[in-house]
């Protein structure tokens, strides 16, 4: 059997890079590879304590020869990207010189404003191969003389429309309510107040999935202590239960290496506005048909919700498949890693 090793700073959570790799490990384990997880923390194989976010201490280069020894192939989820933990990224980079490798790439350094001094990464090597989620960073890799290849993301097409009424009675929501969810962790650049103004001024009920981080949780409190409207904090595991039970979606974000919420409130048929960070507007130049998160989206928002397009719900959803499915991502997959002979 083949051993492909997935490493992170943390695997098997809810946030966005959790939730491709987990994408990511399907589809390999479909090729072949048999799927060992590493990682600082989360529910993962073989656990590094000092590749977590807020490890004291790097990782001692022999406790990662061996998470990763028995690896014919590493793909290196972010770790290697985005200077959260920079001593375990080097670590890694160090490692890794000479084996076969995906760096797959979310969050480049000079992407952050609070980063961009950081020149150190991504490091690169002949033995690798670069991956970005968007052609935005893979141009600006290009920029930077690496080589990249872009794969989007890929999501689960199958809707579950049965399981609204539950879900709603779950979050104590009232059949006539109307619910607006924020699939989100609560950090600044998810743009928390943008959508508790987009929700009041809709009378909508604010629905918040994530925690915060990042130092915002006194902050958040604050917000939701003033907001105009409903506030629901509930989480929920990830999947399409999160879009059975909102009217709509809300994703006011100012920056997002992707952004999944959209793509996801497309397949499962939920008008969703979005706000104008750059990867997004390269995903609406596919056509998508979403709502500025703005005083004008919002009223043309509440326009639909009177009156709904289902010919618009139906746009969305077939270009999220053409684009965005499980198929089509692994389709692109498969033929990086026959390219580099890398197939089991």
Not at 58 to 85: F, S, W
Not at 125 to 147: K, M, S, Y
Not at 212 to 228: K, N, S, V, W
Not at 245 to 251: G, H, K, R, S, T
Request: hydrophobic share 40%.
């Amino acid at each position: 059997m083949t051993t492909c090793a997935i490493i992170s700073f943390r695997l098997g959570l809810t946030d966005g890079v959790s939730i491709v790799a987990d994408t990511w490990a399907d589809t390999l384990r479909s090729f072949g590879f048999d799927i060992v997880t590493v990682a600082g923390e989360g529910p993962v194989d073989r656990i590094v304590s000092g590749l977590a976010l807020d490890a004291p201490e790097p990782p001692p280069v022999g406790e990662v020869e061996d998470a990763l020894r028995d690896a014919d192939l590493v793909v290196v989820e972010n770790l290697c990207t985005i200077p959260m933990n920079l001593p375990a990224s080097r670590v890694v980079a160090e490692v890794l010189r000479g084996r076969p490798a995906i760096l797959h790439h979310h969050d480049p350094p000079w992407q952050r404003p609070h980063y961009t001094h950081i020149a150190e990464l991504p490091p690169t090597d002949p033995a690798w191969c670069h991956v970005t989620i968007n052609e935005l960073t893979r141009h600006e890799f290009g920029d930077r003389g690496i080589d990249a290849t872009t794969i989007y993301n890929g999501f689960a097409t199958l809707s579950n429309g049965a399981a609204r009424t539950s879900v709603r009675a779950q979050l104590g929501v009232e059949p006539g309510e109307l619910l607006i969810a924020h699939p989100v962790r609560a950090i600044p650049r998810k743009g928390v107040p943008a959508a508790i103004e987009i929700c009041a001024h809709l009378g909508a009920t604010y629905w918040l999935l994530g925690g915060a981080e990042d130092g915002y949780a006194d902050e958040l409190d604050r917000l939701l202590l003033r907001a105009r409207c409903r506030v629901i904090r509930h989480a929920l595991p990830h999947g399409p239960d999160i879009y059975a039970a909102p009217d709509a979606v809300v994703f006011p974000s100012t920056w997002e290496g992707f952004g999944n919420p959209p793509i996801e409130a497309s397949i499962h048929r939920r008008p969703v506005l979005v706000g104008p960070y750059p990867v997004g507007a390269e995903l609406r130049a596919l056509g998508f048909a979403w709502f500025d998160a703005d005083p004008g989206g919002t009223e043309r928002l509440r326009s639909f919700l009177h009156e709904p397009d289902d010919d618009l719900l139906t746009l969305n959803r077939t270009l999220a498949i053409e684009h965005f499915s499980l198929e089509a991502m692994s389709a692109r997959l498969y033929r990086l890693l026959n390219e580099l002979g890398w197939l089991p």
